[in-house]
């Protein structure tokens, strides 16, 4: 292997998944950052289950606005514990195969390499970020946000992209929709109220919404062009003979960069008031859980530029989520980018390229020589 694929399966031998400390895969980067003449600041807190999280923060230039900023996430989605070669890197035709090989330790790896590779040229400021829990809602970035650490005029986050610019991304938004209504025996139907029905006849009409007017609003950026809605998990009920008196719906959407996350639940509430005046007993609750916006970089932009020259792809968009917004709120421009492609994240036997892990790499290195030397 070469020191850079050393490096990879290194990361990949820890488990890093998000529901564990993130110390260990923290340690192992902090040692590797070592002897570089680095500011090595840990920033931590704990997550809701009370396990505590580390995001890292490498830079020359402490106090200094950053003039780039490699961000890599340091968690993993779990892995089936049926696939042997989960923590183990292996090489087959060309592939490297391990969990976060792709998403996103391979990209962590290539700006570690690429910092090695530079920094006795590097004289401005620049900076490292390797944070916590991005796979279970950026949390580790938006803990930066708060805490106002990590700011830079612009970024290179990695993800697989397949090595291609990522400009923007649509947002992620999550709610809990909760439908009350009232436990009776099922063969007395009027001696109750089913939550389930209430359920149905709101989600008809929340349906009808997401296919006419939520698609009026378009960015021509984006597949599909517009703020997209789904009903991914219902529940209600306890039994075949109960009128069920409660129902739960898992609401998620991706609005476009240009619209308000709060666009559907403004159309939540004048749907639920449309059911109170047909059905005054309609009770319906709603728990938003996620409100995270998208980022739109202009295509213009130098470090959007740069990217293409060097990678040789063209700027797209992607629907799912980043950690681009956390990194604009801090005043960065950012733009995603890496080795690996998203459809081959997040299952058995994922896998990074290596041509594309390599390439990455150098293309790291140019953009730190390009912005900070």
């Known amino acids: 292997m070469t020191n850079l694929e050393t490096l990879l399966a290194e990361l990949v031998a820890i ?5 564990l400390p993130n110390g260990p895969i923290i340690d192992a980067l902090e040692k590797r950052l070592e002897g570089l003449s680095l500011s090595l600041e840990r ?13 890292l923060i490498a830079t020359n230039a402490p106090g200094q606005l950053a003039e780039l900023a490699l961000v890599g996430h340091s968690d993993c989605v779990p892995y089936d514990k ?10 087959r035709d ?24 530079t920094r006795a040229r590097l004289t401005r400021p620049f900076l490292l970020c390797f944070t916590a829990d991005e796979e279970v809602g950026c949390y580790g970035a938006k803990q930066l946000v708060d805490a106002g650490k990590a700011k830079s005029k612009r970024c290179i986050i990695g993800e697989p992209t397949s090595l291609t610019p990522i400009r923007a991304n649509k947002g992620y938004c999550l709610a ?121 970089t202009p295509a213009e932009a130098e470090v959007v530029r740069f990217l293409e020259q060097q990678s040789g792809n063209s700027a797209s968009t992607v629907a799912f989520g980043t ?36 390439r990455c790499a150098q293309v790291l290195e140019q953009a730190l020589l390009a912005f900070c030397a």
Not at 337 to 353: R, S, Y
């Open 176 to 296: 809990e929709l909760v439908f009350t209504g009232k436990e009776g025996h099922s063969a007395y139907p009027d001696s109750g109220a089913s939550a389930v029905f209430r359920a149905a006849r709101f989600l008809t009409r929340l349906e009808a919404f997401s296919r006419h007017e939520l698609r009026t609003e378009t960015d021509l950026k984006f597949e599909p062009p517009f703020t997209t809605l789904n009903t991914g998990i219902i529940s209600g009920g306890k039994a075949k003979n109960i009128i069920p008196g409660e129902c739960r719906v898992t609401l998620e959407w991706r609005p476009i960069p240009s619209q308000s996350v709060d666009h559907v639940l403004g159309a939540v509430e004048k749907l639920r008031s449309q059911c109170v005046a047909e059905d005054p007993g309609f009770s319906l609750q709603v728990k938003t859980l996620r409100k995270d916006r998208g980022f739109d």
């Open 323 to 358: 950690e681009g917004p956390q990194m604009s709120e801090l005043g960065s421009v950012p733009v995603v980018f890496g080795p690996g492609d998203i459809k081959n994240a997040h299952q058995t036997g994922e896998f990074v390229p290596k041509v594309e892990l390599h």
């Open 94 to 117: 060309g592939k490297l195969y391990g969990r976060g090989s792709c998403d996103t330790k391979a990209f962590v790896a290539c700006a570690v390499r690429a910092l090695h590779q």
């Open 15 to 19: 488990d890093s998944t998000s529901t």
């Open 43 to 55: 920033h931590r807190y704990r997550d809701e289950q009370g396990v505590e999280k580390v995001n």
């Open 82 to 91: 049926a696939w042997d070669g989960a923590l183990k890197l292996s090489e």
